[in-house]
């Protein structure tokens, strides 16, 4: 690798089927091995879906979110939790109402044109009303999905309905993760297991943990460690609406539950998430001395980065947002790579982590100081072993 002075094995990719895949990494260095599986939760289909279905059903569904926010005084509450956040959600609602107000005009001017300029009937003027409607919105499609537009307000009313508990298409595949998750922690065969959650994937990797609780209740208490790591989440934008509930309740599990090691990493440089959000707090929780989660850390991409990169991302709301699972053209305590391939817990890099990075990166091999750190968790194993296998599972989406 160009910046950390180790080498990398990265298999090939997998497809394990519809909704699974995987890849296989080896990281070593002079004194240590770490082989890690990293399995995907693949929910681009589940999106694809949504995203193919005709404009007459996908429309007033967005509507219907961007109204039911503002109704329900969501809008308001995401407004104060994060500013940032609530300006670019109420942006991508105002364009979609201005898309369709503006197509709804140009059928009046095609009926106020077709019945009074060229004498039509009344029910042939409002066919010409009705197809100049949907021609409009047709031409507008493609300027929607190149601004996410289209992919934005499909995706939140389906989001508003997971918050609430409803039936959706994400039930199985959480539950399918969940189980995949369980059985990853019986097979004992790794140190650790992640649980990464980017994005909306914020919102689904809690559900995935608290449902592999659910199924094994002494998750993590022996055999390796369980991290949730969340990254630029969008889950308190989602959990603040009053109907979803069922949400709240999944995350009041996790920030209780002493066998997860919860690490939410936020960003000030990234609009589209939730920065100095105390979850417990914030969404009206109680946890009281049962509190374990989560831990937040703070994540500096000017520290990721070159001056000269960091300048591109400037103007690029969802470039920047992604940066959280990208390369790093710099050694950080943030790394994405190292947070899955390297010898130490993910809590290390988080509590402990220039002194880390700026050792390992010097030294190569595992550091002395490492050895001697006090981990709790005992997720690292001896470097006498010379090997410590990883397993990440990782929950991500292309939706904010």
């Known amino acids: 690798m160009k910046i950390w002075p180790i080498a990398i094995g990265l298999g090939q990719l997998k497809l394990d089927s519809d909704f699974l895949a995987h890849w296989d990494i080896e990281a070593s260095g002079p004194d240590w091995r770490v082989s890690t599986r990293y399995e995907f939760l693949r929910l681009e289909d589940v999106v694809k ?49 201005t898309g369709v107000g503006v197509s ?52 939140w009313p389906h989001l508003r309905e997971f918050g609430r508990g409803e039936p959706s298409a994400f039930d199985p595949l959480i539950d399918m993760f969940a189980h995949r998750i369980v059985a990853a922690a019986h097979s004992n065969d790794a140190d650790e297991i992640v649980v990464v959650g980017h994005s909306a994937g914020g919102v689904f990797a809690p559900a995935v943990m608290a449902r592999a609780l659910d199924l094994d209740p002494g998750l ?32 009041q599990r996790i920030i209780a539950e002493p066998s997860v090691v919860w690490i ?22 109680h946890a009281g001395p049962d509190q374990r989660n989560p831990i937040k850390w703070h994540v500096r991409l000017r520290d990721m980065l070159t001056p000269e990169s960091f300048a591109r991302l400037r103007w690029s709301l ?19 790579l190292m947070l899955n391939c390297s010898p130490f817990p993910v809590e290390t890099w988080c509590t ?49």
């Open 318 to 336: 969802f470039r920047r947002h992604y940066q959280f699972i990208m390369g790093n053209d710099k050694v950080a305590p943030y790394d994405y």
């Open 104 to 155: 709804f005009a140009a059928g009046l001017l095609g009926y106020i044109l077709a019945g009074r300029f060229a004498d039509f009937p009344f029910a042939a003027a409002l066919i010409v009303a009705a197809a100049s409607t949907v021609a409009f919105l047709k031409l507008l499609q493609p300027l929607a999905v190149r601004w996410f537009v289209l992919q934005i307000g499909c995706c």
């Open 220 to 251: 993590g208490r022996c055999g390796p460690g369980l991290v949730l790591l969340t990254l630029g989440s969008i889950m308190p934008a989602v959990a603040l609406h009053p109907g979803a509930a069922q949400l709240r309740v999944l995350v």
């Open 49 to 97: 879906s949504r995203m193919s279905q005709p404009l007459w059903r996908q429309i007033p569904r967005a509507l219907r979110w961007a109204l039911d926010d503002l109704w329900s005084g969501t809008t308001l509450r995401i407004f104060k939790a994060s500013n940032r956040f609530a300006i670019h959600l109420i942006g991508f609602q105002l364009i979609v109402m």
């Open 264 to 285: 939410d990493c936020q960003s000030r440089t990234d609009w589209l998430n939730f920065v100095d959000f105390d979850v417990v707090a914030g969404l009206g929780l």
């Open 352 to 400: 402990r982590g220039w002194d880390i990075a700026a050792s390992f990166a010097e030294h190569v091999g595992y550091p002395a100081q490492a050895r001697q750190a006090d981990d709790p968790r005992n997720t690292v194993v001896s470097v006498k072993r010379s090997r410590r296998r990883g397993s990440t599972a990782s929950c991500s989406s292309s939706a904010r």
